[in-house]
């Protein structure tokens, strides 16, 4: 979900030259514009307060899961493109979406027999924090793996710090960001990441599970696990050396 977002965009090319992803399906409000391969399935949602809040969740499960037997994993890139909105408008589409998109893949107990969740969170994500959007994202995390605990699944969280990414409307503190960053790059924590390679870095990570641990063990590990920016860059890293 958040397939026309800096990072869901990357990351449904990178599901589509998977080898290990059979079918692909894009959940998004207007169309994708990148090329999509004959596995993928896009489902438009031109309103997503009436799709995960205001009707019967079990209309928006037939709506995306009908026609699908099983769903190995779940990606969520959902995130306001505007840091700066209101504490309401980036608590609805940074945390209540994600937490109902959850709620959609493990209804009927489960019954799509997903392995894991990932979910695109961000750098310095708090409950505690001072700072509203850092705050919003560590709530979003704090019930999800809450909320995994109930399922037989896993849960990953990936936490990129300063965002390196074209986008239509540019985040003008992303711009500061930028600026500042070439002052302090030296800093061990400073660890800015491309959207391309947050998205090679999530499927990487699904992929080295599913192939060797998964693999193995023939059964789903129960975990939740957070990897931060440095870590995020690691998996992209191991991805772009394989494709050389």
Same mark, same amino acid.
């Given at each position: 979900?958040?397939?026309?977002g800096?990072?869901?965009?990357?990351?449904?090319?990178?599901l589509?030259?998977?080898?290990?992803?059979?079918?692909?399906?894009?959940?998004?409000?207007?169309?994708v514009?990148?090329?999509?391969e004959?596995?993928?399935k896009?489902?438009?949602?031109?309103?997503?307060?009436?799709?995960?809040?205001q009707q019967n969740?079990?209309t928006?499960y037939?709506?995306?899961?009908?026609?699908?037997p099983?769903?190995d994993v779940a990606?969520c890139?959902?995130g306001s493109?505007?840091?700066?909105?209101?504490?309401e408008m980036?608590?609805?589409?940074?945390?209540i979406?994600?937490?109902?998109f959850?709620?959609?893949v493990?209804?009927?107990?489960?019954?799509?027999?997903?392995k894991?969740?990932?979910?695109?969170?961000s750098g310095? *994500?708090?409950?505690t924090s001072w700072? =509203? &959007?850092n705050r919003i994202k560590?709530e979003? %995390?704090?019930e999800?793996m809450?909320? @995994?605990?109930?399922?037989?699944?896993r849960?990953?969280?990936f936490?990129?710090?300063?965002?390196?990414a074209k986008r239509e409307e540019p985040?003008?503190?992303?711009?500061?960001?930028?600026?500042i960053?070439?002052?302090?790059?030296w800093?061990?924590?400073?660890?800015?990441?491309?959207a391309?390679?947050?998205?090679k *870095?999530?499927?990487q990570?699904?992929? =080295? &599970?599913?192939t060797?641990?998964?693999?193995? %063990?023939q059964?789903i590990?129960?975990? @939740?696990?957070i990897f931060e920016?440095?870590q995020?860059?690691?998996?992209?890293d191991?991805?772009?050396?394989?494709?050389?």
């Amino acid at each position: 979900m958040g397939a026309t977002g800096a990072v869901g965009k990357h990351l449904l090319i990178e599901l589509q030259k998977s080898p290990l992803c059979s079918k692909v399906v894009s959940v998004s409000r207007r169309s994708v514009d990148v090329p999509l391969e004959s596995k993928t399935k896009q489902i438009i949602v031109n309103d997503f307060d009436h799709f995960l809040l205001q009707q019967n969740p079990d209309t928006a499960y037939q709506q995306l899961f009908a026609e699908e037997p099983k769903i190995d994993v779940a990606f969520c890139c959902l995130g306001s493109k505007n840091v700066s909105d209101s504490a309401e408008m980036l608590a609805k589409i940074d945390k209540i979406y994600p937490s109902k998109f959850y709620d959609l893949v493990f209804r009927n107990n489960n019954a799509l027999m997903c392995k894991q969740f990932s979910l695109v969170s961000s750098g310095g *994500a708090s409950a505690t924090s001072w700072f =509203t &959007y850092n705050r919003i994202k560590g709530e979003v %995390e704090n019930e999800l793996m809450q909320k @995994s605990l109930q399922q037989p699944n896993r849960m990953i969280i990936f936490r990129p710090s300063f965002l390196i990414a074209k986008r239509e409307e540019p985040r003008w503190i992303e711009e500061v960001g930028k600026k500042i960053l070439k002052l302090v790059d030296w800093l061990p924590w400073i660890n800015p990441i491309t959207a391309e390679d947050i998205a090679k *870095a999530i499927v990487q990570e699904w992929e =080295t &599970y599913y192939t060797q641990q998964y693999a193995s %063990e023939q059964q789903i590990r129960k975990e @939740s696990i957070i990897f931060e920016s440095k870590q995020t860059q690691q998996f992209a890293d191991e991805r772009n050396s394989k494709a050389q």
